[in-house]
């Protein structure tokens, strides 16, 4: 994506809020992780004491390659879940709703697209192809769900946002990304594919085998763009233009889990200087999330064995974000406070 | 304490709540730790759809240990932190504020109180003494203080409270809570010792000498209660109150780093059966801390490096907590939601 100018994480905001840091009421570095996020909240912003302004993004398309009975659950249900996002009440949008964040939803390529009156960005997308045949994505797909990506991340700036948790649905996605998690860290598909949703033996075996065929079929490209339009998918492709859209605007990106990461991960393979403004949200069980995690060594804010997607693990480490943010902003100082300092 | 009746957490409601989490819309597990909090938070109180209610007490005293020099900072900050409680503007009441607990600052033997008309629990205790030199309580302080704690829980209760969080401040209490890891784990001082807010090398060497020391004067006693009245402070003493009278009134507490670790600890050795209202907020660089978890077989909640005390870590578990609250409240099952469940 050539257009892209990632914007650097602001050093003198940073600077700013680590003397800030020095001066609150606490031990050097005793509040840990949370004194970490308030900095790169700070970079991020270029504000030396941000509050978090969180928005969750939730993408969802469907795949060619649940044809291959790769996942526990029919492919209707990816327009399912689409109506009820909008309509509140899944993982995601209750945690999303209780830590502040504004919520936006994405067809990108869902197969059977609900009736619904919700505030639904749509963009003409169809569901990929499957992979394990040929391209899952023609070029025009591509470009229209990175664009889609950048320009939510840019209307989403206009508004205030300045951190975006990047969330997924997608019947059949831990396939697709389980690909661009060995094309890009060159682990094995046999040790990278997890259960997704929750298939048993025989699935796993089918997985594992159009894992291979499509890593046999596309793994030999070297352009990230390439090996995205091969081997990803709609909400994947919008996740990735949604993280170059972050970096960019000068946002946040958060992670959810396995797609949303390797989303990320796609995006940082195009523009590694985007990756300061990328966090890892979370740790899920599935082994090609850690794979990923390790290949951008980055470390997740919550370990909580969450594996459902939807934003939720994004969502929930917003929480976290949240609180470092409020500790940065609202302690007092030991000189406000009156407390003596260290002997 | 003889006459402490801990409840157990209510099967019924439990079960009840496995059931509704069955049908929630998502497949089952993939909320992870989210799920098994919702659970317990259901054995807690009863309901099998509970919401959280959450209360950070704040037991503060002061340590004839501090004579040792075992701190970075001087005794009189206990003092200055209990004004700073009241006032808001600490890393743990910032927190609690964040997550709507109520927030209660108890004297459990502070050197220097500090005059405050904010809402102060008084006890009338005295610092503790040196426990390198004789038994840190007096058998009627040690009283008072379990009573404290005991009598905190039942007005929490009365007001519709269900979880505690426990924190704690006094200069110099990492020293005796390490003794109490160590009488409780069998583990060695030399091991066990961490650097608290932060000693240098010699400060660490003085600290070992003097865990060594308690614990060659009082390790060799076998009653929990009498170990606690030697080795503790009485900050410890109150929040072991508070952990048994968590479990009397239907309760949950929850831990935060190792001194309030170390007095559920104490606790659970006083009356085994509380353990299942015991929730470890979250892991903190103390080495006696993970010696604990380890010993409680508790697996904290939030893995963030923080090692401040103060509330800070078990009100930043309650975050967590509430999103479990939440998922488990207000999702929509698969069947409200009209979404087809597994093929």
Known sequence: VDDVVP??????????????????LK?????????????????????????????LVIAAADHGAADEAVSAYPQAVTGQMLRAFLAGGTAGTVIADAVGAELLVVDAGVASPPATDGALVTTGLCPSANLA???????????????????????????????IAGGEMGIANTTPATC????????????????????????????????????GLHGHVEDPGEALRRMGGGEIA????????????GLG????????TAAAAMAVAMEPA???????????????HGALLDHLELEPVLELGMRLGEGSGAAAALAVIALAAATHREM???EEAAVAGPT
Do not use: M
């Not at 890009?184 to 796993?204: K, Q, Y």
């Open 27 to 55: 031990p050097p570095g005793s509040l840990g992780r949370l004194e970490k996020l308030a900095l790169w909240l700070a970079g991020v912003t270029g504000e030396p004491r941000p509050a978090l302004q969180p928005l």
């Open 133 to 163: 045949y040929g391209p899952a994505l023609e070029p025009p797909a591509l470009e229209e769900a990175i664009r889609t990506g950048r320009r939510i991340a840019a209307s989403a700036r206009a508004r205030g946002v300045n951190v």
């Open 274 to 288: 985007i990756l300061p403004r990328v966090l890892a949200g979370h740790r899920s069980p599935e082994p090609a």
């Open 7 to 24: 914007r650097p994480l602001d050093a003198a905001a940073i600077a700013a809020a680590s003397e800030r840091q020095a001066h609150l």
């Open 332 to 334: 007092s100082t030991f």
């Open 180 to 215: 661009l998690a060995a094309w890009l860290t060159g682990g094995h598909p046999e040790s990278l594919c997890g259960r997704g949703t929750g298939i048993d033996d025989a699935g796993l075996a089918r997985k594992r085998r159009v894992v291979r065929a499509a890593l």
């Open 238 to 249: 919008v996740l990735c233009g949604l993280a170059l859209g972050a970096a960019e605007q």
């Open 253 to 260: 990106f958060v992670c959810d889990g396995l797609i949303s």
